[in-house]
């Protein structure tokens, strides 16, 4: 493929690559041998991004690994049942940027029992990691999960991403989803680098002031 095609780059759609470090080190070790490293994309875990982990990846040749840190709250991703802690976050975002690796952050917002408290926590986490880019959603209650079993009776209509669009509750949060989408156009603009962050942050504030607890989805 690197001989033939001569891509630019290489998306791997595995859920969770490097979920073994074995296979990871012993990837990387054919890559350099077969001279085959081509530049590359993958999806893990934060937990997953270790030190020695991240450099067997740099060596097979990746540039870019998106995590879903969901939360800046510790208190949102123990109820999320994530298995993640925030400072394997911390420690991911930096051992990917040691080796020069681009870190990416899947954020989730409106999870049931979130408070305000808790995003700002996120936010904190984003600007303190300051991730090269972000993909941000609202909480999707899955069928057969216990979030779903939670919140089942308010979805109605609107029970599944076929009648939603991406940031737009499902269900009763703990505000609306007008609030969401500003909170998700802030962050987007302060991590990318765009232009009118603090007139999206304001209108953050106002939809927060205006929209409280058991707001309608």
Known sequence: MKRTSRPDHLWFCDDIFALSPAWTFRFADEVKAR????????????DLMTRDTVTALRTAGCEEVWMGAESGSQRVLDAMDKDLYVEEIYRAR????RNGIRACFFLQFGYPGEEWAD????????????????GISVSYPLPGTKFHQIVSTQMGAKANWESSADV?????????????RALADALHIEVRGGAGARA?????EELREFTGAGAAA
């Open 35 to 46: 001279d085959a490293s081509i530049p590359f994309k993958m999806q893990s875990r934060c």
């Open 200 to 204: 999206a942050w304001l209108r953050v």
């Open 119 to 134: 995003i700002e926590a996120t936010i904190r986490m984003v600007r303190e990691t300051r991730p090269d880019n972000v």
């Open 168 to 180: 737009s509750l499902i269900f009763r949060g703990a505000y609306s989803t007008e609030f969401y």
């Open 94 to 97: 930096s051992n990917l940027r």
